[in-house]
């Protein structure tokens, strides 16, 4: 085990200085990076099958945070319907392997563009309002899918759940999570890529300014309402590719974990992570998502002490947990 | 469908519609009164009122006190209860972080908190049903069938809202609390103790929420989860224009309506679709609400 944390740690060391020297990235956060890079490729060595699957599934909640990040974090719009992109691309990948076979990275696109497409069409709706009016809207937006998904028996099963068949590519079938691992891990890679690469591009700066003063942002000339629309449907995008993510791995789908607690779960691991950063997103997903994973163990006081944490962080470190350590132990690594 | 029984449903809708309106009108104004004051759209209120729902099952079951202590006591408990919550959690939020989003955030880890109190009680376990009030005796209005607990149920809830119109119009605790609603910097130029009103709102808002507890309880199976009625407050609360107070009553009255119509002329499985399309509909349409002024646009 030792021999491969050398072989995978110089290699991610060695790719980074090039990173840092562009970006000034600070040294605390190579190491953690590299780190993150050593868990991820050790991990389907080290670990049960079971294991892997809590893996998979805090890399789809990565992903979908990092779709919620592009709307709420970076634009400041309140979309409250993420569950139901993700139910999208749950059912769209699903369906598609079902019925006609489809080969995954076909699926997957296909759930992130349906989704995205639905995202840019409520989005195009639902951006006339703000606020809190853009949270309700979107809220009942999110309810009638799910209503959608419970009813609409034919396509998604109704309340009896859809069988999902194994993915396939050729004659490959994904059957387990270890199968999976892999493709999964490469699309949170990737979709954490197109993230960075959104937020540094001009649309991200346009993002920003939307979400600052919208005011400001029209008179400098940015497209407020495509901004916004844009920012809806990215996310919306994302959201599906989660699903799809998800249906690599899981045989089986419910509309019950559709609904607005999903959407606040994704929700409480950005703002627990920090909310307006890529890396309190990603970290919000993984801390949150791993203790929600614990607090399982005792399920009649996991809705307590998930109550305490949001309250608690909410109290005393609102502006995320990884703002929360700099302040408290690095002091100035920023500097 | 024939014309005399579409006649006869219509009745029956909109007689039963106001009978469940009236609890969703006291749960929208629960839920505006706190928006109206502090711009959190407080998304502990649903569970707000399944906690206050089993204070008043233990206090009634469980330790087999008479109705008269089991409501006020209920009653003062969220009262207290809401309003502490407003001052120990609240204002910490609020310090250290002002933005709602935050505030909205702690209100949703309270209705966390809440729930996994409940079921880590037992009593929550089971669905139970709450005892009655009065016996509930059919009676004719019109064509439609109604209970004796129903017309109780509405006549409650309309003195309740008759007492809370009131007192925000006429006492200077309510003129206090308009005055925080318009502008909180200038109303504490003025002397208004912000902390002081902010409590006071958050308790009326929990005791509103208690009655609508104690009257709703008997007509639904309780369980843990029962917070999810105040989705249909949100959307009446939506429809009258969510910083309108009379636009939150009658918004009740609308989704019970259109609830009942929707469930006797379409079908009942449609019936928990209704509050979301009328959500949908009215943001669409107009989306300040059929109450709301005019949206207005921050400027830099």
Known sequence: ???KTAAVLPR??????????????????????ALAVATLALLPFAVTGYVLYIANLLLVFVVLCLGLHLVIGESGQFALAHAAFYGIGIYTSGLAGNAFGWPFPLSMLLAGLVAGAVGVVIGAVALRMRDIYLALATFAFGEAMQWVFLNWDQVTGGPNGLRISPARLGAFEILSDRQAYPVVVVMTVLMLLLTILISRSRLGRSFRAVRESEVAAMAMGIPVRRAKITAFGLSAFFAGVAGSMFATFSTYIHPDSLGFQTTILVLTMIVVGGLGSIAGAVGGAIVFGLISEFLRQTPSYQEIIYGLILIGFMMYAPRGLFAFIRDKVGGGTRG | MTLDVAFLFLQQGIASGLIVGSVYALL???IVVIFKTSEVPNFSQGEMVMAAGYIALYLLVFQSLPLWIVMPATILAAFAGAALFRRLILNQVARANGSPVNLVIATLGLSYVLRGFVRQTGFGDTPRSFPP??????????????????????ATAIVVMAAFFWMFKYTKTGRAMRAVGMNPKAARLVGVDLTRIHMIVWGLSGGISAVAALLISPKVLMTADMGSIVTLGFAAAIVGGFTSLPGAVVGGFLIGIIENLVGLFITSRAIVLAPFLAIMLVLVIRPQGLFGGRVEIKKV
């Open chain 2, 133 to 154: 009030v009065v016996e509930p005796e059919s009676i004719l209005i019109g064509q439609a069938s109604v209970t004796t607990l129903d017309l109780v149920i509405l």
């Open chain 1, 1 to 3: 085990m030792r021999d």
């Open chain 1, 12 to 33: 991610s060391e060695a790719d980074l200085p090039g990173l840092s020297a562009r970006s000034s990235v600070p040294l605390g956060r190579v190491a953690l990076l």
């Open chain 2, 28 to 30: 929208a104004l629960a």
